[in-house]
């Protein structure tokens, strides 16, 4: 993560001066060549085949999945204890924010891709991988069952059981229809790279099959009305990326039908991009109306034919009908039918998203952990353990909490149940004491003292300031990095926990609770204009944040080799505009 | 083709100094993003809709295809008084030498496409392209049909009839199976963009599936057996790519499967690349020998099934099997099923291929042209027309030719039967006369007369010197640009034929007959070394003309956009390898 807090510390200084952005990514990617050519040509291809019994005494580690979560898990993990089996459908990890990119070309598919097995085959630990997708998790017997994805030709060996001691799932969601019909049948998605490649191919068939001659004005209207369902951050980039490139390059080719197109966004909500400042969500709604992208809010899918999407206004219930070319659906993620199986197999058959604690640990399952889009964490209420963190905190049994007894208590409580801390910030308080004295009224400090039940009522609005963390690669990064932290030292903290202090136990818990830091999101919105928003509540919109847009992409990159990919793909598009062959 | 010239010319000089080759790469491409970059701005996007009286009084003509004899047609043409109509599946020309380079990554399919829109709208001239494949052509009534590629969601708008008043057929051909049981089934085909990004897929699913932990060695080499058929330059050239990829990318990243990869050649006939210079082969034959490429001649393929390859030696007879993970089929081409259809109705059912006379006009049909693989030139022998050559030669009608009526006649004959040219080259003589002296003995030029049967005795071998032009791009780009160069002088030359003398009717031939000129041909080994056969018998074989390969292919690349990507992909390749994610 050591980027991003460099980025964040520039940032400023971006902003003052855009050219600067400009330089390092020259200069990320020229200097990053030489690094790469120097690391291919000195790379060891020798491999240590370690003895039988070495492996039998290491701990024996499964990922399930080679995106965000897992990657960032294996590229952090350091401990050549264990013996680490990787197992994904997708021999690759993809950069998916610059998957919009890809839909239209500005990015190849190719650049933003990387081998797991380059990424792991350079480090010094035991990391296997398997092509393969798991369709069982058994917790009971700590099995996971996999098959390879290759139909046929393989004689019964598509299927592999694998053991494990710790089960690392991070398999990512799957697209969410909320169980529209048609939408499977007839929408595309944006979730995969193979997704992105065949939106390219069909927006190149819709102007291809509107060319053709004996097509009648409202037909070539139908072929070429694309339709984006979901105003997030991925249909707006989406829909921006298309307009773009049907300006900047289609127009040119196709000139006889350049009228007929139309772009329109649908939105269940008020407003797209309701989850940044509202300032970026006016830029944003502006811009689209300027470059004639039709939005419609409030406006939710009900079903989608072969032909036409239907459409219900919120406000007053009418339905109405939109003939299409091409509809791409991006409303969110829903959970995998594996995990959805597993979920019923360890009792949390009635929760939507597999539940981990903050170690990001599955409940009820000591050995299993989930991270990434795939499960969400359960954040433990202050409410819930309010007498246990009463009683451990008045140390002398006297009933009632002192201000000494308070502070010396305050770390470990605000690392277990950060939602203390959060509503200490907003509140603008500078320790929990301020707590205590606000619900005594106006005391000297060293009177205070609450009985348990003015301590609860202290803290009763505490819980409200938990939040779920958002499905993005962000989070996911994060919690891989995290996760193969504590597997890095988790011998050593075994035997001297690091964590806060067990409420409901003996003790300390082994590690601290993973903790979420938002370092700022982007939305790019065509015409070479994105919107930042940052920690701060900063946010720039304009050239300059897409400069830094392009800067943040480029450093985060997983190797040198994206990295200039990438870049010169941005370079490509600026001098000879996208490829609209249909490939 | 001028290029082609000054590289013949600079070659010598390259050859002393390989280093100014590489000056020649790195200039071609870095002046040319400057160019391109002024063009795309300064590209006028508006479009002339010309008004439909003038529409009605051009000629139409259609032309099929989008491959290498349609693009060099449609480039060339430069009278805008046609009304041109290109019809064909794919919407973009792809530089099919630098295929087998695809099939491994070595160069990105996208960077060798260009699409036919971008190729054709800054023409001066009437170009509409439809995306739709022709099932029939109608000669009779001047008809093509065609049928849009896209199944469905059309309703019925995917029939298309196009009139025409000239047919440029330039479809090529499909891969020559020679209805071996299994092949169409089992086997993949290098012919095109698609077929090389699936073989490229294929392999890394080979290397996945033979490090699945299941697997025993045996069902190991199996899955890592790569068969290429066929001995020619594309086979040749797609089992060294498949080498260079395995031995310097694939088996760093799956070390533990290396061993057992094994790749086998398996050629008919005695030797591969017989079309080349015998000191090309023994080259390329002891190359594939130290690289472990096992190479099997004389050996037929008579049956593939779904795990299986079955050879027969052609030898002994001796069958025998190999199973096998992936066979690519090289061997050839075949005539696709709608010009075979098309031939039966004109009357050459009982050919294998479709005839054009010497001006690439279909055999019985005035106004339609073949070019490309999809036709041949069908020469006109000498022998066919000896008595009207005779009798059209002797202008006194004294029955005898003399010397000073030969001559007069020669230019003539010669342009009208190449055959003649090359059978006096050949025989190292210098003129016809020759031909009549060595026949009548050692006599006085002045003396020298023949009756027709001494004539018919005279040239009685010069038919033995025809030969099929070889279905190359070469072959095809310069019939493409001729064909043009006829259609942009049409009228003028309709008016003053610049062409042969008709031996079998009154006055001269429209146009001068199709010549082919050739430039040498490139066979890369793999390992950075390439053999190259140049005019007059010129080998070269090793890095030197690796360097030229790259020369040459950069400066023939159809645009200045994939002359710059092909040559950033050298340059990627150079220094990150292959990229091996299955995508």
């Given at each position: 993560?050591?980027?991003?807090?460099?980025?964040?510390?520039?940032?400023?200084?971006?902003?003052?001066?855009?050219?600067?952005?400009?330089?390092?990514?020259?200069?990320?990617?020229?200097?990053?060549?030489?690094?790469?050519?120097?690391?291919?040509?000195?790379?060891?291809?020798?491999?240590?085949?370690p003895s039988p019994e070495v492996v039998s005494r290491k701990k024996k580690v499964v990922v399930l999945g080679t995106g965000w979560a897992a990657t960032s898990f294996l590229k952090n993990l350091k401990n050549s204890s264990y013996d680490v089996q990787v197992i994904s459908p997708r021999n690759y990890f993809a950069f998916t924010p610059l998957l919009p990119s890809v839909t239209c070309g500005t990015v190849e598919a190719r650049s933003i891709v990387e081998p797991i097995r380059n990424i792991v085959h350079k480090k010094n630990i035991d990391i296997h991988y398997?092509?393969?997708?798991?369709?069982?998790?058994?917790?009971?017997?700590?099995?996971?069952?996999?098959?390879?994805?290759?139909?046929?030709?393989?004689?019964?060996?598509?299927?592999?059981?694998?053991?494990?001691?710790?089960?690392?799932?991070?398999?990512?969601?799957?697209?969410?229809?909320?169980?529209?019909?048609?939408?499977?049948?007839?929408?595309?998605?944006?979730?995969e790279v193979e997704d992105a490649q065949k939106i390219r191919r069909t927006v190149i068939d819709c102007f291809e099959r509107a060319s053709l001659p004996k097509m009648t004005d409202a037909e070539r209207q139908k072929v070429l009305q694309f339709v984006v369902v979901g105003g997030g951050p991925t249909g707006v980039e989406f829909a921006a990326e298309l307009h773009d490139f049907v300006s900047e390059d289609l127009v040119k080719l196709y000139p006889k039908v350049k009228d007929f197109v139309k772009i329109t966004l649908l939105e269940a909500g008020d407003h797209i991009l309701n989850m940044f400042d509202k300032r970026i969500t006016v830029f944003a709604e502006e811009k689209f109306q300027r470059d004639g992208i039709?939005?419609?809010?409030?406006?939710?899918?009900?079903?989608?034919?072969?032909?036409?999407?239907?459409?219900?206004?919120?406000?007053?219930?009418?339905?109405?009908?939109?003939?299409?070319?091409?509809?791409?659906?991006?409303?969110?993620i829903g959970t995998r039918p594996v995990i959805?199986?597993?979920?019923?197999?360890?009792?949390?058959?009635?929760?939507?998203?597999?539940?981990?604690d903050?170690?990001?640990?599955?409940?009820?399952c000591n050995s299993i952990y989930a991270l990434g889009d795939c499960a969400t964490i359960n954040q433990r209420k202050v409410m819930e353990d309010i007498s246990a963190i009463f009683s451990k905190a008045d140390k002398d049994r006297s009933g009632t909490l002192t201000v000494k007894e308070f502070q010396d208590a305050l770390d470990d409580i605000c690392e277990r149940y950060p939602q203390m801390q959060l509503y200490l910030k907003n509140k603008q308080m500078s320790n929990l004491v301020d707590i205590l004295k606000e619900s005594k009224g106006d005391v000297a400090k060293e009177a205070v003292a609450l009985n348990i039940e003015e301590f609860k009522l202290a803290l009763s609005q505490v819980d409200f300031q938990m939040k779920n963390l958002p499905a993005t690669a962000q989070v996911a990064a994060q919690q891989g990095a995290y996760l193969a932290n504590c597997f890095n030292r988790m011998e050593k903290c075994e035997k001297n926990p690091e964590g806060?202090?067990?409420?409901?136990?003996?003790?300390?818990?082994?590690?601290?609770?993973?903790?979420?830091?938002?370092?700022g999101q982007f939305a790019p919105l065509g015409g070479e204009q994105t919107a930042a928003q940052l920690p701060g509540d900063w946010v720039s919109i304009g050239h300059s944040s897409q400069w830094l847009w392009y800067s943040v992409y480029a450093s985060k990159l997983v190797s040198w080799r994206t990295r200039a990919l990438v870049v010169s793909d941005w370079g490509r598009r600026f001098i000879f505009g996208r490829d609209s062959s249909q490939i």
């Open positions: 993560m050591r980027n991003w807090s460099m980025i964040e510390r520039f940032s400023e200084t971006f902003r003052q001066n855009p050219s600067l952005s400009r330089l390092l990514v020259v200069f990320t990617v020229s200097g990053g060549g030489l690094v790469a050519y120097s690391e291919a040509n000195s790379s060891n291809s020798e491999v240590k085949i398997w092509e393969a997708e798991c369709f069982k998790i058994d917790a009971e017997n700590k099995k996971v069952f996999c098959r390879s994805s290759k139909d046929g030709k393989l004689n019964g060996n598509e299927e592999i059981v694998v053991d494990y001691d710790y089960l690392v799932v991070a398999m990512g969601a799957r697209a969410n229809t909320f169980n529209t019909p048609g939408v499977e049948e007839n929408c595309l998605f944006l979730k039709d939005l419609k809010t409030g406006s939710m899918v009900v079903k989608v034919s072969d032909s036409e999407i239907s459409t219900k206004e919120i406000k007053n219930g009418q339905i109405s009908s939109i003939p299409y070319g091409m509809v791409v659906w991006s409303t969110g959805m199986e597993f979920m019923k197999q360890i009792g949390q058959a009635n929760r939507r998203v597999l539940a981990t903050e170690w990001l640990r599955v409940e009820r806060p202090l067990r409420y409901r136990g003996e003790g300390r818990h082994t590690f601290r609770p993973f903790r979420y830091k938002h370092f």
